[in-house]
């Protein structure tokens, strides 16, 4: 049974950081596509990083702020978020697939989901 686990919301003020952490559970995220999308009250779920074995590929509005760390050994894959800005509030979810992923593959692609965490970013 696979299981994506969230972990590492919080509240933070503008151009702050944040460390998000999925933990997976029958899903080895070294072989398969993992992504972080979030979803702003009101809107879309949107992926924002994306990482396929070692390819690494993120969306424009966080590239540079943005950073995926994958842990083979403990199967998680972290999003670490710097210079944080209003508008990157909202729920975080961890979501995986078997096949291939890139930046802005869109969430019905992706089979496996966590619950979310809550990001604030106060201006």
């Known amino acids: 049974q696979v299981q994506l686990q969230e972990s590492g919301g919080g509240s933070v003020p503008t151009g702050g950081s944040l460390r998000l952490s999925c933990a997976a559970s029958?899903?080895?995220?070294?072989?398969?596509?993992v992504a972080w999308f979030r979803q702003a009250p009101g809107k879309d779920r949107d992926g924002v990083a994306f990482m396929y074995h070692d390819d690494t590929t993120y969306v424009d509005s966080v590239k540079g702020r943005f950073t995926l760390h994958r842990d083979t050994a403990k199967n998680t894959l972290d999003l670490h978020m710097a210079s944080l800005k209003p508008e990157d509030s909202g729920m975080y979810y961890c979501?995986?697939?078997?096949?291939?992923?890139?930046?802005?593959?869109?969430?019905?692609?992706?089979?496996?989901w966590g619950q979310g965490t809550q990001v604030n970013v106060s201006s």
């Open positions: 029958g899903f080895d995220v070294a072989t398969k596509c």
């Open positions: 979501a995986g697939r078997i096949g291939s992923c890139y930046a802005a593959l869109p969430e019905p692609y992706f089979v496996y």
